[in-house]
């Protein structure tokens, strides 16, 4: 999957064009389900996006697939996912690498999440899926620093403060994660912004997903 202009996505297109297993499709048909059935009593996504839940949401998260970078050890890359939510990017991402749709070694996702309701939805959303992730109730700028090779992040903050809250990270010198941002049209507005405090390589791609859509990608990040 390659980040461009793409059809709206359903459950059908999804197994054919995502080329994914039937394991892979029961997963995200859990997913779907649990959604609905949480959204009425925990505000999780827009109430208009719900018809929408495979283009919208599973979709615009898994096309950061081929943007996470190897790491030249072999190991699985860990991904960092700030604000969580209801798992957009992080879950979806943690699903395909247990169902086998993202090849061995997988990833290792950590999902940051402050509010305790939503955290226990992306836990029984992983137990139900057979995921194994790392579930977080904690604001990021709190959590302490541990060795993360990407940075994902959608419709959390502006980009920012999205770095100021992970700035602990940044700043570690032994880490040095490359950023997948989901963004819309303010994007480059805000990597404007950003370069008055932050210093970085960036690469705009077109969403998949909508025509405002992009996705940044970050590296060699650091305070100006």
Known sequence: MTPNAAPKFDPARFDR???VSRETRTAFDIYESQLKKWQRAVNLVGPATLDEIWHR???DS???????PPRPDGKAPVILDVGSG???PGLVLAILAATGAVPPPGFEVHLVEANGRKCAFLREVARLTGTDVTVH?????SLPVFPVDVVTSR????LPKLLDLVGHFIDDPQIWPFFLFLKGKTAREELTESAKKWKMESEIFTSMTGADGVVLRLKDVARD
């Open 86 to 88: 209801a798992g957009f």
């Open 57 to 59: 949401h599973f979709l």
């Open 17 to 19: 064009d995502g080329d």
């Open 62 to 68: 898994a096309q950061l697939v081929p943007l996470i």
């Open 155 to 158: 419709a959390c903050a502006p």
């Open 137 to 141: 109730q904690a604001r990021v700028e």
